[in-house]
């Protein structure tokens, strides 16, 4: 079974190869990081990148593969939009993670380390709470995204909790980015927590064997 990853950051492939080989060892992935998506969204916005996100898309399609996952939630709108009509499923990484924020509560706070992150992060919230009635605030954690541009993982992590820890009036805290998950065990809050990386890529090895099932009949 084979499942290619779209990043905008090469520190995300060791993530999901360890998570790959605890819980599904039997999916094959392909990692393509195309950094530049990112860097366009932040300042243009996520739609000025759309064309080249169908590119990625098709290459890696190209490829033989059987589900795509997304793994920039600044441009994972965009990559499900873009990968509508593709020969296979196309998952955004971030769309379990807010279905399961919303079942926890109607007050989400969702942080991000990049701004050009934090509105399509916002309407997904909305959009899995299926016309219930949420209050979605957004926090920009301020100095978090120069520190994990210098590489300094550890000092990126505990910025994030910090600002998670300093959450209050809420029922749910999504991190809005795959990078921001190690967080999640540094936080101290009794506020439940939810990262994408593991619900992702439950999601989108679902889709693999799914699609896989459909072609054995």
Not at 12 to 18: E, G, N, S, T
Not at 43 to 69: F, H, K, M, Q, S
Not at 136 to 154: I, K, N, P, Q
């Amino acid at each position: 079974m084979r499942l290619a990853l779209l990043h905008t950051s090469p520190v995300h492939i060791p993530v999901f190869d360890a998570l790959r080989d605890e819980h599904h060892p039997d999916l094959t992935l392909r990692h393509h990081v195309d950094e530049s998506l990112l860097a366009r969204a932040r300042v243009e916005g996520p739609e000025a990148v759309a064309p080249a996100v169908r590119e990625a898309l098709e290459r890696t399609v190209g490829e033989g593969v059987d589900a795509v996952l997304c793994t920039c939630s600044s441009i994972g709108g965009v990559a499900e939009e873009r990968g509508a009509d593709l020969a296979v499923p196309v998952v955004r990484v971030d769309r379990p993670m807010a279905a399961a924020a919303v079942a926890a509560g109607a007050r989400v706070v969702v942080l991000a380390a990049v701004a050009s992150t934090l509105g399509p992060t916002a309407d997904l919230v909305r959009e899995e709470a299926g016309g219930r009635a949420v209050s979605v605030r957004t926090v920009l954690v301020e100095g978090a995204w120069e520190l994990f541009e210098a590489g300094d993982a550890g000092a990126y992590a505990r910025a994030v909790a910090d600002a998670v820890d300093a959450v209050a009036d809420a029922d749910a805290i999504v991190l809005a980015q795959a990078s921001m998950a190690p967080a999640q065990e540094l936080a101290r809050t009794a506020v439940p927590v939810f990262s994408s990386p593991r619900p992702g890529l439950d999601a989108a090895a679902r889709c693999v064997r799914d699609a896989r099932d459909v072609r054995s009949r």
